[in-house]
């Protein structure tokens, strides 16, 4: 087993017979087994970030920052459980161990972090004295702790989180089952050199306090559950408007030619009726390197533009419109 339990190597547990002869060694084996197991599961299988709780309090009155109790999961899948209200000195930095490393600047945004940290305790007497306990004592247990770390912003907070996986057909198709294969290749990586969980930041000296910009989230599964509910009555709801194809797909010309027949999309409502009104939908050029003409009316709801080819090979085009949260896409080849 590696001395870092957070890197992949084969798991090596102990092989019990009798007559086996059990030291300090052989039971440290067991528990870095275990811990090494429950590491990558928790990295790569739970995730890392907040559990539960873990609220930051800003009483602007009293400039006084307050952790709330609850549980995360550090960058290196290490469990990390605060059980009651700590109090968060916004007037100090921190190294990466929750050390004081000198004063907070004036006026500084500061970034408010949790760490997983051990301490051993519970000292008792080394039966079998040897030269790494000459006083004849030793700590029986290590708890486990946890560090706050305090320090100033280096930047923006991370971006709200966009589809990874691009336009894909409807129902899903092969390029769905590649597009997710290349995301689990993806998501294997070293654990971090900062495993520390963000919490959230605070403007000093008056705030405002931000607990949700930089902080992540483990999604367990009732938190799944009530976000596929929301979803579900969100795509149940009648929409004002719908952006439905209607005809122009798959065709082809010779490279630099347009299509024989125009790109056609409409407009509808719930119940399947012309929407009137509104502006055009924008039709887009996205692979291949052709243009699109403009968009006419051809009707009560319905528009249509011409399509000229780029140079030889597949082409694709997209519809869009403010008034449908769809898009329609087009394919065609030039050759």
Not at 63 to 82: F, K, N, S
Not at 221 to 234: M, P
Not at 248 to 253: E, F, M, P, T, Y
Request: with cysteine.
């Amino acid at each position: 087993m590696p001395a870092n339990a957070t890197v992949l190597a084969a798991p090596e547990r102990n092989r019990y017979f009798y007559g086996l002869m059990m030291d300090a060694e052989r039971f440290q084996k067991d528990q870095d087994y275990f811990n090494h197991k429950r590491a990558l599961l928790n990295r790569f299988v739970t995730g890392t970030g907040v559990v539960c709780g873990l609220d930051l309090k800003f009483d602007k009155a009293k400039a006084t920052l307050t952790l709330e109790p609850g549980m995360a999961i550090d960058g290196r899948g290490r469990e990390i459980i605060v059980p009651d209200d700590t109090p968060v000195d916004i007037t100090e930095l921190t190294d990466a161990r929750g050390k004081p490393a000198g004063p907070v600047p004036a006026g500084s945004i500061i970034v408010v972090s949790l760490a997983y940290r051990e301490r051993t305790v519970d000292p008792v007497p080394v039966l079998v004295p040897d030269c790494d306990h000459p006083n004849g004592c030793a700590p029986s247990a290590i708890e486990e702790e946890f560090a706050v770390l305090v320090r100033v912003a280096s930047g923006p907070p991370p971006g709200a989180p966009t589809c990874v996986f691009g336009t894909l057909a409807v129902p899903p198709d092969a390029k769905l089952t590649a597009a997710i294969a290349k995301r689990i290749v993806d998501d294997y990586a070293p654990p971090p050199a900062d495993p520390s969980v963000p919490l959230g930041r605070l403007t000093l000296p008056d705030g405002p306090l931000d607990a949700a910009a930089d902080r992540r989230v483990v999604y367990d599964n009732t938190l799944l559950y009530d976000l596929f509910v929301c979803l579900a009555e969100r795509l149940s709801q009648p929409a004002a408007a719908t952006l439905i194809y209607v005809s122009g797909d798959n065709q082809s010309a010779k490279a630099g030619n347009a299509l024989a027949k125009p790109l056609v999309v409409a407009l509808v409502d719930g119940a399947g009726n012309p929407v009137t009104g509104g502006s055009a939908p924008e039709f887009t050029a996205v692979t291949g390197g052709g243009s699109l003409g403009a968009v006419n009316a051809t009707g009560p709801g319905q528009f249509q533009t011409t399509w000229t080819m780029g140079p030889a090979g597949p082409q694709t085009a997209t519809a869009k419109s403010s008034q449908s949260s769809l898009t329609v896409t087009f394919s065609a080849t030039a050759k």
